[in-house]
Structures are given as structure tokens and as C-alpha cells.
């Protein structure tokens, strides 16, 4: 997205995105294999009129086997027949059997399937070079076959990564580790085909250099951003280094090496992340602390017993103890909830210190030790196999993950691994990336350090002698958090506390459900028991069309923290994608979150940033269950560039500020009585409350991790943590890293996700998001006629489009223009 500097010279204000917050693909090792499934509910038509066909034809472009090749066989689409049904990773003839799926299960369907792969995979490259001296190939002779040769390895694939996600344990972990060298390996022959390359660009040579405008017949756009994308994709997956070259080799290696670091390194996070667990038995530790948190810590106490209890009767009655919130004992831990309540509302500061380091320490030097001898407790490996091992610090992961980086790069032809990153994504150039960050950096900068000051003097103010000049010359980072939220609840006499009691998970559901329906004009369904889930909290949906009642798509939710199994953050992944090829109609979605869980007869009572995280993910979720793209790799979020794919879960973000959606769901959940007007009021005008920390923290990130893939020099002496300190000085000079500050070892979105060098994206997309939501607002909020059809627009561009066309031209068929800052400003305050 190419906007003039003199329209940049803004202050943003950032989406609250924080590290562990992400939209991620389920099988993000598969660059170019889609996590599907089919079933007779879910696969719509069938792609095959012919009988099973031999893979010795899979791929051809002779009218009798370019015939087979198009209709590839019904059992490839449903399942491995002789083996499905003792091996639920093989059966694709409904939605996972989460029930019955074992890790034992992973590598038995990984052979089988990759052998079949394989030789379906030589059979296609066969045919392919046969076919070498014709001038045009025809598109549903290359992407479709490959798509439905691929189908197999990403389903089964796709669960294995999910479960890895949701439900990690030792022996699921293990077998995901013994075969990911496998898929990464499989993925590899396919993105540097020689023969399907150069079938790629007859494909698009056959179709001239018409581009893609408005005009353009939907079907062809899908088909040729699809081969666009996989030709760039291809190029950069080694596709042209000399087969056989040391360059190809090296390439490969760096590859395999990769899928073994980033696992390695989320991981490490996980185990470090589950590991610590302060108890606290004194309650002047947590006076003033609200009864949700305590309540949770003191749960979460009771929950540590029982797991480390032995004596089965001791165990019972523990399990049937009533937790005391406020009498305790207490267990903070560094899940999501259970931290930012402890950084928000310990007045203790000496606890609050621990807490704090304990999660910036995670996966470091200062954990490996103790995880590493946590593990060796538990070891049967032999000797060999230990020292194979990577070990529990991610500080020298993180090193060899850059220096594989820029070697990797360089072997493309790129100067550095930024340059490469950027290939595929909106921004031009890491200088344009630079440029926006800086013109933000010019507002946020004097915003923030007036936000600081103010809470700083408040805590001067009323924190007593501690505070004071004389004994603490300013705030330290783990008494940050806690003022500001001071110094807010001063300033507009509002408690995070009091409103929780109004957010309700299943109200909230309801709430955000009525929006759906009044702006996209689609219904969303409880389907609980329809399709198997993974855990008793996870829930099921399906979306129907108003209009047709046509049942488009279906997600499961997983709302809940569970720091025993589960990673942190959120993220939205796809299980099912719409393809035409594989005859798969109804995308379903993963959405996954780590809210506030039920403690005792309690439900889930959210905050409100939870909330806003709820409808961020539901966003992503949108894109890909409301698409009408056919072409599998371009429909719902597929193909959408880095970039723009926070566009619409920044947008929803938005409603949660709109009264009449947040009156859909903002009742007492004892009560029923809707929240105040006078609160709804001074929860609007908290958007915008420290909107400069925020940004800078949120420049700090992106380019902290623009110049590690750009400047930074890792074999050189500068560390990644002098790195760190250097862009402190630059985006928050308020605020630099204490000497033990390892947050590099736990920020997995560039070390184990997919934003190395693009985690800028979620400042790239926000103009458009804030731009697309004035659409909104230029009509009216509260005319119900023209919010409705302005969200019919954006359902059928926005969230229906896909990938299928760029992502500029998608907005400018929703807004008629460009896009502006103009409504980002207004919305943050900075007009």
C-alpha cells in the first residue's frame, strides 16, 4: 500500500495487538498446502465422475490422462479406505474425530500418506516434462491436480498442528517432531518442480498480460492470482537454484533446519510459560486487588494441588474444597489472564517485579537449567540422541534463526531477509516501512511521555514513600502497567472490575452474534454436538445466509486459558477451506482464545479487552467463512498478502465501541439489567487512554523486527539484546529493557509464526481498517438502512473476495477510493 508521506505524518494508534496476539495459519510448515477436510456434510459435490484412478496419471495434459488428472478418485477426497477407519488422521469422510485421535496415530497416516505423495508427486513431474514442447497449458491441468494431490497431507497435517496448538503434550509433541522433517521435505519437491514451474508460466503466458480490474470475470481473477501467487511463492522456495547445486542443497537444509528451530523455540515458551507459579499466602500481597483475579490465582492454587497430589483421597477432597478468593493461598502464573491481572492490580511492587521478569525471563538462560533438568528427570533417550537435542534456551535459537535468515536470503538473490519477506507483501521496500513507523513515532513519542508522567505523578502522589524521588527516580516497567491503570481509573471513575460483570462470554457470543446478522446478514447457530471438539469448553457453530438459508460455514471456539496444554494468545487458523476442486462448500474455522476462564459457579466474566480480542479473531474468521472464492488458494484468507489480513479483524474491533452492538450483550449476568449509559460512556472515551504508549510499543515491535532482518548483523558482535536496547532508545526512550529484559526468547510471532519481518502488518492494515469502518460512520451509525447496506458491500468485497483480487483493488470496490487516514485520526483522537 503506497500512501504519500505528506497523508502519514499522523500519529496511529494501535489495535491492541500484543505478541501473543496473531492470526495464524493451522499448517503454517505447508506454505502451499491448504489444512482441509471433507465430509457428506461438508463436501458439497462431488469432484469425481471417473473411477480410481492409477498415480500414474495423475498429471496430464493428453485429452485421456489430463481427463483422470481433473477427476481425481472420490476415495483421495474421503479417505485412505482400507486404513480409515483405525486411523482417524486418515479419515476425511466428515470434521476431525477429535474423540478418538491419539499422537500414536501421526506417523502411521504421515507414511501412508507421503508415500502415495510421492509417488503421485513423480508421476505428475512425468507427465508434466511430457508435455514440455506444448507452447499453453491449461489451469485446471496444474493448480487444481496439485491442490487435490496435496489434500491428504494437509487435513491430516492440519489437525496434528492444531492439536499441537490446543492440546500439546509429550507424546503428541514427540511425533510432531519425528515427522515435520518429513512434511517439510515433501513441500520442498513441490516448490521447486522445474516442470510445474514452467507449466505455471504457460499457464499464465496462455492468459496474456491483461491485469485484474473490477471488470474482470471473478473466476479468472481467482485463477490468475492463484498461479501468480504460486509462481512467486515458488521463486522464493529455491525453485531456481541448479538441481543438485550446493546452493539447492544448502537451501534444502536451511529449510529443514527452520521447521526444527521454530517448533523447538514455541515449544520452550510453552514449557516456560506452564513452569512458573508464584504462590503467594499473604493477603496484604493482593489488598485491593479485585475478586475475579483472586478468585482465578486461587483456583488456579486448588488446580496445582490436585495435579501434584498423589494419594488419590487426598486428591478428591481437594477437587471438592470450595476455593476461597479471598483467604487463598494464591497461584499467579503467566497465562495471559492470570499475568496482565497481576500487572495491572499487585499493589506489592517487590511481587509485581517477579511476575514481570518471570515472563520477560521466559526461555532464556535464566529457565533452560531448570527445564532442561525438568526434562532429563523424565528422559529415556540415549546419549546421541540428547545431544541432538535443542536445549530449553531460545537465545541461541533465535541467533541461528537469523544467520539461516540472511544466509537463506542471499542464496535468493536478496540482500537481506527483510528484502525477501517484503516480495510478497504490500509494502514496497523496508525504507517505506521505516517511513511510516517514523512519521507515527513524531505524535506517539510526546503522547507517551505525557501519558507517563501523569501516571508517574499519581504514583508520587498517592503510592507514599516508596514512590518518591528521593527512593525511585521513575517508574520501572513492572510499575508501569499499574499506574496507568491507576491514573485511568482516576481519570474517568471507571473500573475495569465493574464492568466485567456486564461481559459475559455466552452474552457476549449473543451480542456480537446480532451484529453478524445485522450487518452481513448472516445467522450464526449453536451446533454443540454436531461436530467432536477437542475439549469440553471448545463450542461449535454454523453460519446461515438470511437470505437463501443456506447453511456457508461453521468454527469452532475455544475460549478459554488452559496453560497446562495450551499456547497463549489468539489466533484464527482455517480447518476447512473452500475449494471447487475438492468439492469442499462450507469453510469451517478455528477460533482460538485465551479469555478468562469460569472460576467456581461463575461463568466467564470478560474484560473488556478480551472482548475486543473476541471480535478480532471472529474478523479473521469472517474472511475465510464468507468467501466466495472457489479457487482453494486464493479463497478466505489464502493468498490475502501479509499485510492486509488484519483488515477485517481490526474492522470488528471497532463495533465494540457502537452502542447498539454493545447493548446486544452488555447485560449483568445475575441481574440482566443493561450496563449503564453513563458507563457505556466512559468506555468510549477510554479508547483512546494511552493511545501513545501503545503506538510506540507497537513501533518498537515492528521495527525492532525489521532490523533484525534488515541491518543487524548476526554473526557480528552486537547481541539481538544490544538490538533491543538500541531501538528502546529510538521508540520508547521513556522506557528501555532492565539488563534481565529477554522478550526476544518469547516473541514467537517472528521466531515460530508467520510475521518475520511483517509484523508491521497490523500498523499497514490499520489505515484501511479505521478507513473501511468510516464507511459506517459517513452513513451513519444509527441509520439501520445504510449500516445495512454498506455491510452488505463489505461482506461482498471485504469478506467475500478472499485472495482472489489484490487487496487495494478490494478496498477501492468497497470504499470507491483509496484508502485515507482521515478516519484513523478521528478515531484516536488526533484530528
Known sequence: MKIPASALAFTLFVSRNSPSRAFSSAATILSSTRSCSSSHAYLARSTSTASSSSSSSTCSSSSSSSTTARNMSAETLTADSATATNNPFLDRSDLPKFSVIEPSQLTPAMTSILEKLEADFVAMESSLSEEQGKEIMDYDDVLPVIEKMQFPLGYAWGIASHLNGVKNG????????????????????????????????????????????????????????????????????????????????????????????????????????????????????????????????????????????????????LEETKVDANAGPWRITLDGPSYIAAMQHIPNRELRKDVYLGYLKRASEFTADMLEKKDAEGETTDEGEKKGKLGKNNVPIIQEIL???????????????????????????????????????????????????AATALAREVGGEEYSESNLEKLMPWDTTF?????????FDLKEEELRPYFALDAVLDGMFQLIDRIFGIEVRKANGKAEVWHPDVQFFELYDKESGKHVA??????????????????????????EALGIDIPVAYLTCNGSPPVGDKPSLMTFREVETLFHETGHGLQ??????????????????????????????????????????????ETGEPLPDEMFEKLKQQKTFGAGMMACRQLL??????????????????????????????????????????????????????????????????????????????????????VREVGRRFRETVLSLGGGVAPMEVFKRFRGREPSPEALLRHNGLV
Open 170 to 317: 509429550d507424546e503428541l509433541r514427540a511425533a510432531y517432531e519425528e515427522n515435520q522433517p518429513k512434511i517439510v521435505q515433501a513441500n520442498m519437491k513441490f516448490s521447486q518442480s522445474k516442470p510445474l514451474y514452467d507449466a505455471l508460466l504457460k499457464v499464465q503466458q496462455g492468459w496474456g498480460g491483461s491485469d485484474n480490474t473490477a471488470a474482470e470475470d471473478f473466476i479468472s481473477s481467482q485463477k490468475k492470482r492463484a498461479v501468480e501467487n504460486s509462481l512467486r511463492g515458488m521463486t522464493l522456495g529455491g525453485v531456481g537454484l541448479k538441481e543438485g547445486s550446493p546452493e539447492q542443497i544448502r537451501f534444502k537444509e536451511i529449510k529443514m533446519r527452520f521447521a526444527e528451530l521454530s517448533t523447538a523455540f514455541s515449544n520452550n515458551v510453552l514449557d516456560a510459560t506452564k513452569a512458573f507459579g508464584l504462590e503467594v499466602t499473604d493477603a496484604s500481597f493482593v489488598e485491593g486487588v479485585p475478586e475475579s483475579a483472586k478468585a482465578m490465582w486461587a483456583q488456579a492454587h486448588q488446580q496445582h494441588l490436585v495435579k501434584e497430589c498423589k494419594d488419590e483421597e487426598e486428591k478428591k477432597r
Open 403 to 453: 544467520q539461516l535468515r540472511k544466509e537463506i536470503s542471499g542464496l535468493l538473490g536478496f540482500s537481506n531477509y527483510a528484502e525477501m519477506s517484503l516480495a510478497s507483501k504490500m509494502a514496497p521496500d523496508v525504507a517505506s516501512v521505516a517511513n511510516l513507523s517514523n512519521l507515527i513515532l513524531e505524535k506517539a513519542l510526546p503522547a507517551a511521555e505525557k501519558e507517563l508522567a
Open 483 to 491: 499506574w496507568v491503570e491507576r491514573l485511568k481509573e482516576k481519570t
Open 554 to 579: 461453521s468454527f469452532y471456539l475455544d475460549p478459554y486459558s488452559r496453560p497446562a496444554d495450551k499456547r497463549g494468545g489468539a489466533w484464527m487458523a482455517d480447518c476447512v477451506g473452500k475449494s
Open 624 to 669: 475465510h467463512m464468507l468467501t466466495r472464492a472457489t479457487v482453494g488458494d486464493v479463497a478466505g484468507i489464502s493468498g490475502v498478502e501479509w499485510d492486509a489480513v488484519e483488515l477485517p479483524s481490526q474492522f470488528m474491533e471497532n463495533w465494540c465501541y457502537d452502542k447498539p452492538t454493545v447493548y446486544g450483550f452488555a447485560k449483568h449476568y
Open 701 to 786: 515491535f515492528g521495527m525492532l523486527d525489521m532490523e533484525l532482518h534488515s541491518k543487524y548483523d548476526p554473526y557480528g558482535d552486537e547481541t539481538i539484546f544490544d538490538v533491543q536496547r538500541r531501538m528502546s532508545e529510538i521508540y520508547t526512550p521513556y522506557s528501555k529493557p532492565v539488563e534481565e529484559d529477554r522478550f526476544l526468547c518469547g516473541f514467537s510471532h517472528i521466531f515460530a509464526g508467520g510475521y518475520s519481518a511483517g509484523y508491521y502488518s497490523y500498523k499497514w492494515a490499520e489505515v484501511m481498517s479505521a478507513d473501511a469502518f468510516g464507511a459506517f460512520e459517513d452513513v451513519g451509525l444509527d441509520n439501520e438502512e445504510g
